[in-house]
Structure formats: C-alpha cells, structure tokens
C-alpha cells in the first residue's frame, strides 16, 4: 500500500525558513517523480514543485521560485520541500503526491494526508 | 504558462442527477488532463487521468471526455458521497496548472 506521510510543519514567523518531509512507503521511490501541492485556508489547489525520479528538475511555480527548494533522498525514500523567506501568503496545508511517471510531466496518483504551515507574527 | 478555468464555480445537484463539470486550457493540453475530487478537511483523490481513463476503485458513473483546450467531468447519476470539490488539471508541460475548482452540493 502506498503511503505518504508529511511531517515539519509549524508557526513560523514572516521570513523565517521551515522544512517539510513526506516519508514514502510502498512503492519504489526513486522511479516516480514527486511534488508538492498546497492549498491556502478555503482556497483551492496550488501546484508548487515536481521532482523526477531521476532528479530532474525541480520545476518551480513562480509563486516559490527562489524561495523554495525542493529535494529527495531516494535511498531513504524522503521528499523534502525547503522554504525561506516565508510570508503570510505562504500560509497553507502543503501536500505531497506521488507522480504516476518517473521523468515526464504526470498527473498524481497518490496524496498525503497534508501538514498545516502558518506563517504568523 | 498554461492557465486552467472551470465552470460552473459551484452547483447544487439532487441525488440520481446527471452532473457536467467544464474544464478549458488556456492553450491545448493534449489529453494531459486529469480529474481530483476532495472534501473537506481531507486530501484530493485522484478520480480521471489521461482525460478519459479512471483511476483504481472509481465507481462507472464518473467519466471524462474532451481534448486540446475543453473537458469535461461527468457524474452520471449523483450519489451522496460524490458532494465535494472537483479540480481539473493539466500537465501537459510545466508549470503544472490546477483550475480553481467546482464546488457539487446537495440542492
């Protein structure tokens, strides 16, 4: 069964930097691609970052660009997302989603259950 | 980048109706579009990929159609565990692109 599990989020002040990991479980890691999905307070969906399998990427949306990076350790089967200078904006439950391919552009077939990061003073 | 819209932005749908969610590209897509439902308080859960095929244990009422810029989510006949908020996606290049969602709620 495939699990993903995030982890690190917290109440953060405006600039500070978080770091999230999604744990993964029951599929070989390394040969799918993964990304990252938030969703801000009764907002919808914001695609945020995809890393291939092959480490390929990280593609960026541009609301994070800079700001943001994005990793993965394939032998410990760990996605992280790396976050700096946080804003208010930045306030949201932040998903990881397992790809369905490892290198090429891929709907998500598998979710987390989400992890809440506020950014407040 | 490829933008996604949906319509209608809500609707309010009976038990047993048939329900048609729009979703349009911005620029052709190809068939690269897939379906996601979610509720509230919980994860999204992938329903379509690839514009017309269903992921593992999704129920036959639900359908997809559509290629290059318009698509459609169909519910044939609406039961009560299909309220929630569907969203459409593209991922025909990068940026990945997530429309804004159409909220189905009991009339």
């Known amino acids: 069964e495939v699990q993903l599990l995030e982890s690190g989020g917290d109440l953060v002040r405006p600039g500070g930097s978080l770091r999230l990991s999604c744990a993964a479980s029951g599929f070989r890691f390394k040969e799918f691609a993964m990304t990252w999905v938030r969703q801000a307070p009764g907002k919808g969906l914001e695609w945020i970052s995809t890393l291939s399998g092959a480490g390929i990427g990280p593609y960026y949306a541009d609301s994070v660009k800079g700001r943001f990076t994005t990793s993965r350790d394939n032998s410990a089967g760990t996605l992280f997302l790396q976050m700096r200078s946080l804003r208010a904006d930045d306030t949201a439950v932040y998903y990881c989603?397992?790809?369905?391919?490892?290198?090429?552009?891929?709907?998500?077939?598998?979710w987390g259950q989400g992890i809440l990061v506020t950014v407040s003073s | 980048d490829i933008q996604m819209a949906q319509s209608p932005s809500s609707l309010s749908a009976s038990i047993g109706d048939r329900v048609t969610i729009t979703c349009q590209a911005s620029e052709g897509v190809s068939t690269s579009l897939a379906w996601y439902q979610q509720k509230p308080g919980k994860a999204p859960k992938p329903l379509i990929f690839d514009t017309s095929s269903l992921q593992s244990g999704v129920p036959s009422r639900f359908s997809g159609s559509g290629s290059d810029t318009d698509f459609n989510l169909t519910i044939s006949s609406l039961q009560s565990e299909d309220f929630g908020t569907y969203y459409c996606q593209q991922y025909h290049r990068y940026p990945l692109a997530l429309g804004p969602g159409t909220k189905v709620d009991l009339k």
């Open positions: 989603a397992k790809n369905t391919a490892r290198m090429r552009s891929s709907p998500f077939d598998h």
